[in-house]
């Protein structure tokens, strides 16, 4: 019965100073330049949304459609699907450069996955142009997290009926503490 109780105080104490919370969720930004020339775009399109962006590999323009964000070729207006593994490595290098300490330099790339030698991930959003990043920190605290909030299988539906049982294990534990702490008071 103590197991849920012990585990939600211990990592409360935890969340409450959130040692080490400073670098595992800071954000990271792509590095942008000042735009010198403006793209011209068409009069007639069904693009909710654009952005042009300019970063170290050149400029970008960003579409919203109704399907979601396109990266476009600032020249052709055409999609490009993704970048190449040069363009991902400057974009992220320039990103990371700030803070080698964390970030280090770039050991992988799978794809839009970059890993560094901190064993760090970012992950390139293309079509937003944004990055995402998570260390071994994050995922130390994502654990917490999960323990905390008694998701301990993995397994949604589990973990529920999991955190139900704890949380009326808690609220037994405190009923008998009630019961005893009254019934102490009669025998004396």
Do not use: C
């Amino acid at each position: 019965m103590l197991l849920p109780f012990v585990a939600w105080a211990i990592t409360g104490v935890f969340f409450y100073f959130k040692p080490g919370y400073q670098d595992a969720y800071q954000p990271l930004l792509i590095k942008l330049y000042p735009i010198e020339k403006l793209i011209s775009l068409p009069e007639s399109s069904q693009w909710l949304e654009a952005r042009q962006l300019k970063t170290i590999v050149g400029d970008h323009l960003l579409v919203k459609t109704k399907q979601g964000w396109q990266h476009l070729s600032p020249v052709s207006l055409l999609p490009i699907d993704k970048p190449s593994t040069e363009q991902i490595t400057m974009i992220v290098n320039d990103a990371i450069n700030e803070n080698t300490d964390r970030y280090g330099v770039i050991e992988s790339i799978d794809k839009m996955l970059i890993t560094t030698d901190t064993k760090v991930r970012i992950t390139l959003n293309w079509e937003r142009m944004t990055l995402r990043q998570q260390g071994v920190d994050t995922d130390f605290i994502n654990t917490i997290y999960d323990i905390h909030y008694l998701r301990w299988t993995g397994f949604k539906a589990l973990d529920q009926i999991l955190g139900v049982v704890g949380l009326l294990l808690v609220v037994l534990l405190a009923g008998i503490g009630v019961l005893m702490t009254f019934n102490s008071r009669r025998i004396t």
